[in-house]
Nanobody, 120 residues
C-alpha cells in the first residue's frame, strides 16, 4: 500500500513564502511524474506544477516565476517552494504522484491536502 503525507502548509502574509513537502511511503518500485494541485473554495482543482522523473517541469501561468517544484528521488519526496505569495494562492494544496508498485501495476496517488492561507 502507498501513502502520501503532506506538510508545510499554514497562514502567511502576502509577499511571504512557504515550502510544501509530500513524502511517499510503502510498496514503491519507482515514481514517475510528481505534481502539486490546489483547490480554492467553490473552484475546481487545478494543476499548479509538475515534475517528471527526468526533471522536466511545467507550471500554471499564475505561479510562474514565484513557485518552484523539485524532487528528491532518494526520499520519494516532492517539494513546492512558494514565494511572493498572493491572497489568490489561498487553497488546499494536494500532491499527486504516479507510482509504479510492481512491474505491471502503476497508478496515481493523492495526498490528504494541506491548507495554505495568504492574508492581505
Amino acid at each position: 500500500q502507498v501513502r502520501l503525507v503532506e506538510s508545510g502548509g499554514g497562514l502567511v502574509q502576502a509577499g511571504g513564502s512557504l515550502r510544501l513537502s509530500c513524502a511517499a511511503s510503502g510498496s514503491i518500485r519507482n515514481i514517475d511524474t510528481m505534481g502539486w494541485y490546489r483547490q480554492a473554495p467553490e473552484k475546481e482543482r487545478e494543476l499548479v506544477a509538475q515534475i517528471t522523473s527526468g526533471g522536466s517541469t511545467n507550471y500554471a501561468d499564475s505561479v510562474k516565476g514565484r513557485f518552484t517544484i523539485s524532487r528528491d528521488n532518494a526520499k520519494n519526496t516532492v517539494y513546492l517552494q512558494m514565494n511572493s505569495l498572493k491572497p489568490e494562492d489561498t487553497a488546499v494544496y494536494y500532491c499527486r504522484e504516479r507510482i509504479r508498485i510492481s512491474t505491471f501495476r502503476i497508478g496515481d496517488y493523492w495526498g490528504q491536502g494541506t491548507q495554505v492561507t495568504v492574508s492581505s
